[in-house]
């Protein structure tokens, strides 16, 4: 496959928040065959089974979007020791009606970034139970959970830090390995 494309999931709504500047910063550090797109969540109506039958045009994009790309990045924050809600509720919306998952065997990756000393880990951990369930074949190593410090984004967007420009580096070669093991 010359060029893939992979679905970004940020799990915060704020405009400048620390994980929206981190999958920013992941484009930089892609190589050119892959094309990462930000989905767009926060349009999304909270999840209602009785919706199943007549999705919103938000869910339905959505979903068209997840099934078009050949692999999904989630970079979430971490909010009272798990996902936010707005990550769940576009997880639960792709993933319904039971049996029609915009998810199933779409290659994950799972970063994020958090202001506290351990980073997004048990927010990583939920969501990485989620994904098993969805299908989704997980990369799981190498992990990352970073911290929000001063510098750690330059002026042009970049990872500011080149230690941790070089760590995460190392996560995105993993993960780009992985989708091409998965997608072929």
């Given at each position: 496959?010359?060029q893939?494309?992979?679905?970004?999931?940020?799990?915060?709504?704020?405009?400048?928040?620390?994980?929206?500047?981190?999958?920013?910063?992941?484009?930089?550090?892609?190589?050119?065959?892959?094309?990462?797109?930000q989905?767009?969540?926060d349009?999304?109506?909270l999840?209602?089974?009785?919706?199943?039958?007549?999705?919103?045009?938000?869910?339905?994009r959505?979903?068209?979007?997840?099934?078009?790309?050949?692999?999904?990045?989630?970079?979430?924050?971490?909010?009272?020791?798990s996902v936010?809600?707005?990550?769940?509720?576009?997880?639960?919306?792709?993933?319904?009606?039971?049996?029609?998952?915009?998810?199933?065997g779409?290659?994950?990756?799972?970063?994020?970034?958090?202001?506290?000393?351990?980073?997004?880990?048990?927010?990583?951990?939920?969501?990485?139970?989620?994904?098993?369930?969805?299908?989704?074949?997980?990369?799981?190593?190498?992990?990352?959970?970073?911290q929000?410090?001063?510098?750690?984004?330059?002026?042009?967007?970049?990872?500011?830090?080149?230690?941790?420009?070089?760590?995460v580096?190392?996560?995105?070669?993993?993960?780009?390995?992985?989708?091409?093991?998965?997608?072929?």
């Amino acid at each position: 496959m010359s060029q893939y494309q992979i679905a970004v999931v940020v799990g915060s709504l704020r405009k400048d928040s620390f994980n929206r500047q981190l999958a920013n910063a992941l484009v930089k550090l892609a190589p050119a065959e892959f094309s990462l797109k930000q989905l767009q969540i926060d349009d999304l109506p909270l999840y209602n089974q009785d919706d199943d039958g007549k999705p919103a045009e938000s869910v339905k994009r959505l979903k068209a979007e997840i099934t078009a790309a050949q692999g999904v990045l989630f970079v979430t924050p971490e909010y009272n020791r798990s996902v936010p809600g707005v990550l769940k509720n576009a997880i639960d919306h792709a993933s319904r009606p039971y049996g029609q998952s915009a998810w199933a065997g779409k290659p994950a990756g799972v970063i994020g970034v958090s202001v506290g000393a351990i980073g997004t880990a048990i927010a990583q951990q939920h969501l990485r139970n989620m994904l098993a369930y969805l299908d989704m074949p997980t990369l799981g190593q190498p992990e990352a959970f970073l911290q929000a410090k001063e510098g750690l984004f330059d002026a042009s967007g970049g990872i500011g830090n080149e230690d941790t420009k070089k760590f995460v580096q190392g996560w995105m070669d993993a993960y780009v390995g992985w989708v091409k093991r998965h997608v072929g």
